[in-house]
């Protein structure tokens, strides 16, 4: 059965920071891709960041580089995003999702996803 979870969100004003997990049972990082995507009402999904199987390439959109950092921890089958800097257009459910071993900017590449965490980001 595989699983992702995430956790982690909540209220932040902005310029503060949230460190989101998600977490992975029934299949191996080695053989995985982990995309972060996020999607507001009203609003597409878009992807946010992704780590390949190897955990040495990753992407990360636009509208966050310099501010989010993705990464992996094999042992305990987890992937976070460090989210620095955060702006009121953060705002959004944040989702991981994993598809086989190469990263992608695109939703529909990925199979299996968890079940959202809330980020706001207001005043």
């Known amino acids: 059965q595989l699983q992702l979870v995430e956790s982690g969100g909540g209220l932040v004003q902005p310029g503060g920071s949230l460190r989101l997990s998600c977490a992975g049972s029934?299949?191996?990082?080695?053989?995985?891709?982990i995309g972060w995507f996020r999607q507001a009402p009203g609003k597409e999904r878009e992807g946010v960041s992704c780590i390949d199987n190897s955990g040495g390439k990753t992407n990360y959109a636009d509208s966050v580089k310099g501010r989010f950092t993705i990464s992996r921890d094999v042992a305990k089958n987890a992937v976070y995003l460090q989210m620095n800097s955060l702006k009121p257009d953060d705002t959004a459910v944040y989702y991981c999702?994993?598809?086989?071993?190469?990263?992608?900017?695109?939703?529909?590449?990925?199979?299996?996803w968890g079940q959202g965490t809330q980020v706001t980001v207001s005043s």
């Open positions: 999702a994993r598809r086989g071993y190469y990263c992608s900017a695109y939703d529909g590449d990925f199979a299996s």
């Open positions: 029934g299949f191996n990082l080695r053989y995985s891709a």
